[in-house]
């Protein structure tokens, strides 16, 4: 069982959606090959087209993304970590999506009741887990980036920040273990339990939603400087 991970935060290892992924990874016996996005060299997709016409397959840039390619192809499971930025996606994680092209063939094929371009790499694409974590206490903070990835595995946590502060976290044990039980059934049977999707989306009480916007309104006053 192979993991590919891609943290799209830029505070990395000192961020909350790191801490998140990481309690994800720990409880798995995959073998996983984790990157912050920040650290690669990712360039912007500039919609020309070579990799469907004049070079099939193949992105007029030349960086790290042939290798997250490669090591896509080899997954089993794709995780997605992720800031929520403005209401959606960090754009670091964005870039990366766009890269992708490559992997498809330019046709348009009809799914369901709308549109696709077949892939061009014939593979058992990974399974994909979202992960992401926001700054407002509300649930409604990961609606954009669950419509983006609505065939993931949603992990979402809202008021992040409370990870860091052990009186806070106590109260998000819960969803922490429902997190460990999702990474290990995911890993050993390659599903999770549906009953256990609603424990990945932790919601907040409306009385602990006002007590952390409180809490964050003290701090920030506290260090804002004159
Ligand atoms: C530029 C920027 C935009 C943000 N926009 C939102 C937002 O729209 N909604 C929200 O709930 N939090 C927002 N946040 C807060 C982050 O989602 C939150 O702090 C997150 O936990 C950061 O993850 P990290 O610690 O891994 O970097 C924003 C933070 C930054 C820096």
Redesign the pocket.
Known sequence: MKILAL?A???KD?????ILLNHFLEATDAEITKHYITDLDIKGCMGCFNCWTKTPGKCIHTDDMQMIIQQYAESDILILAT??????ITHYLQKLMERFLPTALPYQVKHGDQTRHPRRIQIKPPKTVLIA????P?HQ?FNIAKQLYPNSLHITL?A??NLTTPSLRKHLQPFLDAVTEAAKQLTTTGTVDPQLAPQLQYQYSEEMRQAIRDGANTYFDSQIKE
């Open positions: 943290n935060s830029p505070r000192k961020g909350t959606t790191d800031p929520i930025y403005n209401g959606t974590t926001a700054g407002f509300d903070a809202p992040a920040q």
